[in-house]
Every structure is written in C-alpha cells, then in structure tokens.
C-alpha cells in the first residue's frame, strides 16, 4: 500500500529571477505533525498564480519518491528533498504510469479524486534550479498530478494511502499528459479520455480542441490544445512581390490598395478576417518597414484588398496615401492571423469603428456570398459620412442576409449625413446602445477598433450575457503580454535592446514596428523580445507549453533544444529558437 511520506506547504512569497521579481508559492517545506485539507487548498499553503495553479481541481499536488529517485540520478543530485517540486504530498508509490485520472484515494480523513497531471512552467526550473525541467517532466513522463478534496480532514506524515475507487477508462497521468504534449493524438484516445468526469475543466476543452483539430491537419497547424487555434498554415513562406492593381480613396482618411499576382494567376484564398504583411520602402532613407494590414475584400476574389488609414506622422500610411500607386510592386507575406470567421450557426455580431471595419466586412462579403440564414448585427461606429468607408459595399452586401440587420452611429454626423439612410443614430456605440439592440447571448462577436474601443466593447458585450469566450477581437498592434507570476512594472515602448549593437541577424518585431540587431548573448528569441521591451507570451521557457508560438513571417531559426512538439507550420517557439538569418516575426 502507498504511503504519505509528507505533507508541504509554503505560503507564496516574492523571488528575485533574471532581474524580475515572481511572486509564487512553489516554495513548499513539510509539516510536522497534523494538517488540515480544505476544499480549496491545505492550511498554511497557497499559490502565487490561481490562473495556472490552485483552485477546485488542483487543491493538492502529489509526487512521488521514485520521481525524486529519478531525478537524483539523471541530474547528479543528492539536495532533492520532499516539497522541492512544489508537492503537498510526498508519497512512497502512486506512479504516474499506474494513477488514472478519476481514481480516488484517501488518506486518514481525506478523500482525494486525480484529476490532471500537473501542468508545467517555469518556476518548477526556478525551485530545482533547472531551466529545462518543465519539459524534462514531461518527456520523462514523470508530471506528477493534482487531486480535488471530496472530503475535507486532518493527514499526517506516515499515513497510508488506499485506493477506493477506480477512475472510469483507465487513463493513467502519464498517458494523459503525453496525449496533450507529445506529437501523436490518437482520436480514439482523445475520445476516451474526455469520457472521464473527473477530468478538468481545462485539459477537457485542450483536448476537446486537439478532437475538433484532428489528424489530417495536426501536422501543419501545430497543437491546438496548446494554442487554441485552428489557423490553417501560411500559403507561401516569407515576402512575394505583388502588383498594385487597384489604388483608390474610399472615405477621406482610408486609402485601399489591391495586389495580385504579377502574371495574373489568382492568389490562394484565406479565412475572413486575416491579414497580411506588407514591407513598404517608407523608411527616412528609403528602407524598408514592416506593417500588418487586415484584409477586406472576399476571400475567393484572387486579389488582396488592404484598407489603409492615414495617421498624423504615420511614415507607412503616409507613403501608401501618397507614393503608391497602380502597378508598383510590394513585397507581401502569406495571410495569417486567428481572427476568423468560423462556419457555425450561431448568431453573429460583427462590431468596428473605424478603420476596423476592414476584417468584419471581409466576413460580410463571405456571408452575403453563401445568402447566409445567420442572424446578423452589423454594428459599426464612424465620426460622419466622410469618414465612413465602404459605406455603399456593406449595405449591398447587407441586402443578400435575410437575417441581417445594420446599425451604423455617427459620433458627429454633417449637415448632410441622412439619418435613416447613411447612419442609424448618432453617438458613439456604448454599452447602453449594445443593450437596446438586445443581442442574443448565445452570438458569436468579432470586434475591431480602436484598442480602448474594443476593451470598452468586450466588457459591455459581457454584461449583455455574452460568454468571453466568444468575443473575438483583432488587435493591429502588439498583442498583450503573458508572464504568469511577473510582478507587474510601469509598461515601456519597444525599443533596441540597452547596450552595444548586436553583431547577428536583424529581428523585425513587426506589431511594435522595431528592428534591431541579434547577440547571441541572449539565449533565445523570447529574451531578445524581453530585452527590447516587445510584449511577448511565455511560460514555461523549455518548449512544452506553445504560449510563445509566435508567427515567423520570414527568415529561418534555429532550436537550441528540439521542441517536444514543433509548433504549427510557419510559427516558432521563441523560447528555445535562435534566429539563423534575418527574421520577421508576428510580435
């Protein structure tokens, strides 16, 4: 019979690392005597992130002896002491090939149900002090699990611990764990699994995700239990020259530029709601920039139509606005992008202001292509008549939806706006207005705009009864950061790295709109991001977790360590990549 060889906590506290302070409570040290088990967690223990750790379904840690037999001998260590992976329980046996999800357990009082291996970041390597070990823990399939308290008690060091229930289909943590993290989804495994009522909340939906996937795509677009994206693979790699062949006003400030191919054959389609890359010789000496532009014509027509706003000291809208002009040649990457029109039934909002609306009409032009029986909201916000473009397309792209309706506000109209024929009320779109249309809670929204427009939006579609989930929102600059545990700091512009220039390739950021010079003294692209104050998403610096799976737009990289699974076609993990040459990335 297994046994409770101890019981750790530690209260969160803040930890100095690589200059930044992360506040965590994997800092655990055992308990001499009795302890409490509550629902939620143990007495004197917590955790520093309830976004990746705590919580009903990871209440306590378990790990076992043997992992630390394991890891002694595999590192050459002998400081490894019970509470040195962040455990609650220290147990003599519970293996993580032999534990299935579902099982349950009790020790004294307490009754424990597993329910997900533990899901590794960065501060494990923090506390062992190891870098690599969140990957290690799982390419060694030694992850340990989490259990929920069916009922609450006193443990103590030295109890035994007795299986009382088996867990339904038989899935051990070691198998579930590679199921998520290692190449090979098995459908019928996935399906087996998601079987199981003790499985969390959130390793249900990534694997639900990675069933939705399926086999046939997998090797292009990537894990989508990880990232949670569908995004088909980028047509082509890197920039292609295309031709200018249409170049025309359509409101005052918004200039459109159409491309095609420059023998005429038709370009590959993308999803409504994608954008492209486009590099523009704009620079003060006639270098080249780098901008995303959303595009907004129909996916099927062979050309593609960007939207360009005219900003005050904008050097790439200035230079599209002025300089480009039918015929010229620009170099363009493939479109990209997880902002997309899924092919649901569910109702739709499609909600912008400004310049925005140029990813939500591309979804009107395929919605009004299929005479789609969808209800539709056209929300849209613009400052009058001479500011509103596309005005005359998306009402006759409106006529095709016989469960469409438009609702257009002019936040200043003109004297000669007509209400009731060129916009609907005049205002801004607020919360208020939202309600009065009294949208359904079960749509799907799309949002573009401005980004405090979008935040203000989001947050009033919420309180209309939509879930968060399904509002979607297409940022044109640099995406929010993730740094789980990172003690917050007064946020910075991107800018080059402090010091003397790099000697390596060139790293475009091109969201933050900066170039700047590689040093191979940073170790990764993800520190080099860092280092440039570019806002990036990470956590677990080893390859395991795709939260950095960026957009590589051009150039090629090198792996310092192999991912355990490589990322979608066209993508790369900055934490363990190295540029080889002069890159592009969606940052």
Request: proline content about 8%; charged content about 20%; aromatic content about 6%.
């Amino acid at each position: 019979m297994a046994k409770l060889v101890s019981v750790n906590v530690g209260r969160p506290k803040s930890v100095s690392w690589q200059g930044r302070t992360v506040f965590t409570g994997i800092w655990k040290t055992p308990v001499a005597g009795p302890c409490v088990v509550r629902r939620l967690n143990i007495d004197g223990d917590g955790q520093g992130d309830l976004d990746g750790h705590g919580g009903e379904y990871r209440a306590v840690l378990v790990y076992q002896l043997a992992s630390y037999d394991h890891w002694a001998a595999e590192l050459g260590r002998d400081d490894l002491k019970p509470g040195a992976f962040g455990e609650n329980f220290t147990v003599d046996g519970l293996p993580d090939d032999e534990v299935c999800i579902g099982d349950r357990y009790r020790i004294g009082q307490v009754i424990l149900e597993v329910t997900q291996p533990r899901v590794t970041c960065y501060r494990v390597g923090i506390r062992v002090g190891e870098p690599r070990m969140p990957a290690l823990l799982v390419s060694h399939r030694r992850p340990g699990f989490y259990c929920r308290v069916l009922a609450e008690g006193e443990v103590e060091a030295g109890q035994a611990v007795e299986k009382i229930a088996d867990g339904p289909q038989g899935v051990t943590v070691a198998e579930i764990d590679a199921l998520l993290y290692l190449p090979g989804h098995p459908r019928d495994a996935l399906e087996r699994a998601l079987r199981i009522p003790a499985l969390s909340p959130g390793w249900k939906w990534s694997l639900q995700q990675l069933l939705d996937q399926g086999a046939v795509t997998a090797t292009t677009t990537g894990n989508s239990g990880l990232t949670g994206s569908n995004s088909p693979p980028p047509a082509w790699a890197g920039f292609r020259p295309l031709r200018v062949v249409v170049a025309r006003d359509e409101s005052r400030s918004v200039r459109s530029v159409s491309l095609g191919d420059a023998e005429g054959a038709p370009l590959p389609e993308w999803q409504p709601g994608q954008s492209i890359t486009v590099r523009i010789p704009a620079g003060p000496n006639g270098e080249s920039l780098i901008r995303n532009y959303s595009l907004s014509n129909e996916p099927g027509a062979g050309i593609y139509r960007i939207s360009v706003k005219l900003e005050p000291g904008g050097a790439v809208s200035s230079y599209i606005h002025d300089h480009v002009r039918r015929g010229d040649m620009l170099d363009v990457a493939a479109p990209r992008g997880t902002f997309f029109l899924d092919d649901g039934n569910d109702p739709l909002i499609l909600l912008s202001a400004g310049v925005g609306v140029t990813p939500v009409l591309s979804m009107l032009h395929v919605l009004a292509k299929a005479a789609s029986k969808r209800s539709i909201w056209w929300v849209h916000g613009a400052r009058d008549g001479t500011e509103h473009p596309f005005a005359a397309e998306a009402r006759e792209l409106l006529r095709a939806l016989p469960n469409g309706q438009s609702h257009v506000f002019y936040s200043r109209p003109r004297a000669t706006d007509r209400r009731g024929v060129d916009y609907d009320e005049s205002g801004r779109v607020t919360g208020d207005r939202l309600r009065a249309l009294a949208l359904p809670a079960s749509a799907q929204a799309f949002l573009c705009g401005p980004e405090q427009f979008m935040d203000e939006i989001a947050t009033a579609l919420t309180g209309c009864g939509l879930d968060p989930a399904r509002i979607h929102t297409e940022k044109f600059g640099a995406l929010a950061g993730l740094t789980p545990g990172i003690a917050p700091t007064a946020a910075k512009p991107p800018h080059p790295p402090d010091g003397p220039v790099g000697p390596g390739p060139e790293i475009h950021f091109a969201r933050s709109a900066l170039s700047a010079q590689w040093a191979p003294t940073y170790g990764s692209l993800l520190a080099f991001a860092e280092a440039c104050d570019v806002p990036t998403r990470w956590s677990c610096r080893s390859g395991v977790c795709h939260n950095c799976e960026t957009a590589l737009v051009s150039g090629q990289v090198r792996y310092s360590v192999d991912p355990l699974e490589p990322p979608a076609r066209g993508n790369v993990l900055l934490c363990v990549s190295t540029p080889a040459e002069d890159v592009v990335l969606d940052l």
